[in-house]
């Protein structure tokens, strides 16, 4: 049950118990959800719920059927590859355009970070490998102060790495990081038009990483 001395609104909370039930395998790709048996549960009314899961489906977590229930969304390669698409053209415009507010502070942070990736991918331990991920790419994009860019964004790479989770791959994973070398080395250069066309045509590139797509979500052809 929700503590009613909680301050964030109780649709935030509907919605972060509704993402932790997917992480789990509570809720799995396909299966139903059960609007009565969860409002029961954390002992709310149907109208948190509901809003939570508005939220869902505007992310592409679930299907609302009207009068038919609420369908937890299968990860499909068109959805993979849409989603690459997306972020990639993004993340390469937002560095082009704010280029000159990169500054050696934020190129010792992305340094920082992408060691840190490399050393737990070294270690074989990939517990905090996405949060970190996140962390590298946010450094550039939180230089371009555009909060809506920021909510386009963070659902998506939810949606590709955090529900259904997989097994990490450390030669994918890798390679991701050499990648983040080339790109901080070109923005070190000042050379953000080779940065950008990293970000767009090779991290994000669904062509580019293919072969590692299919096999990170066992879509193998």
């Known amino acids: 049950m929700i503590g009613q ?3 964030l609104p109780l649709r935030e909370h509907v919605y972060a118990y509704l993402r932790q039930q997917m992480n789990l395998g509570a809720l799995t790709p396909g299966s139903t959800i059960n609007i009565k048996e969860i409002a029961n ?16 489906e505007i992310e592409g977590f679930v299907t609302i059927l009207p ?3 609420v369908r937890v969304n299968i990860l499909e390669l068109k959805d993979v590859k849409n989603a690459y698409d997306a972020i990639g053209m993004v ?3 937002i560095v082009q355009d704010c ?53 386009f964004i963070l659902p998506i790479k939810h949606r590709l790495y955090d529900f259904p989770r997989h ?55």
């Open 5 to 7: 001395l909680d301050v």
């Open 41 to 56: 549960h954390l002992g709310i009314s149907n109208t948190p719920l509901r809003d939570a899961l508005i939220q869902l």
């Open 67 to 69: 009068r038919r229930g």
């Open 91 to 93: 993340e390469a415009s």
């Open 99 to 151: 280029s000159e507010k990169i500054g050696a502070s934020h190129i010792s942070k992305l340094e920082k970070l992408n060691r840190i990736m490399i050393s737990d991918i070294e270690k074989n331990d990939f517990r905090r490998l996405f949060k970190t991920n996140l962390e590298f790419h946010d450094v550039y994009i939180n230089v371009s102060g555009n909060e809506l860019l920021k909510k």
């Open 167 to 221: 097994n990490y791959d450390g030669e994918w994973e890798m390679r991701n990081c050499l990648e983040h070398q080339d790109f901080i080395e070109n923005l070190k250069t000042g050379n953000s038009k080779k940065a950008a066309s990293i970000l767009k045509d090779a991290h994000w590139s669904f062509e580019y990483q293919e072969h590692f797509i299919r096999k990170f979500y066992n879509m193998e052809s």
